[in-house]
């Protein structure tokens, strides 16, 4: 059983920058991939970006690529989405997610997700 504990959301302005923590405890292990995901109101969770345990494998949406850059740091067993450059069609509650084995950006591959931290990007 693993728990995922996102923090940093909150209000930013377009053309800001934010990043985003997600925390992870239990039975992580070497291949322990994860990734983002986010959820606008009235649309369905997407896929916004996934990485590898070891950092070689990195995905990203093409919505946002160029501007959000997703990277870990394993000692501490946290996952961070820095947001860069923010628009208002970002504003969502964004999940982190894990899974053991390759990162993907395949919702139901993930077996661990958290609670989710809302953003909202104002213009």
């Known amino acids: 059983q693993v728990q995922l504990v996102e923090s940093g959301g909150g209000l930013v302005q377009a053309g800001g920058s934010l990043r985003l923590s997600c925390a992870a405890s239990g039975r992580t292990s070497s291949s322990y991939a994860m990734g983002w995901f986010r959820q606008a109101p009235g649309k369905e969770r997407e896929f916004v970006a996934a990485?590898?345990?070891?950092?070689?494998?990195?995905y990203y949406a093409d919505s946002v690529k160029g501007r959000f850059t997703i990277s870990r740091d394993n000692a501490k067993n946290t996952v961070y989405l820095q947001m860069n450059s923010p628009k208002p069609e970002d504003t969502a509650v964004y999940y982190c997610?894990?899974?053991?084995?390759?990162?993907?950006?395949?919702?139901?591959?993930?077996?661990?997700w958290g609670q989710g931290t809302q953003v909202t990007v104002s213009s």
């Open positions: 997610a894990g899974r053991q084995g390759r990162a993907t950006n395949k919702e139901y591959e993930y077996d661990d």
């Open positions: 990485q590898s345990w070891n950092g070689l494998s990195t």
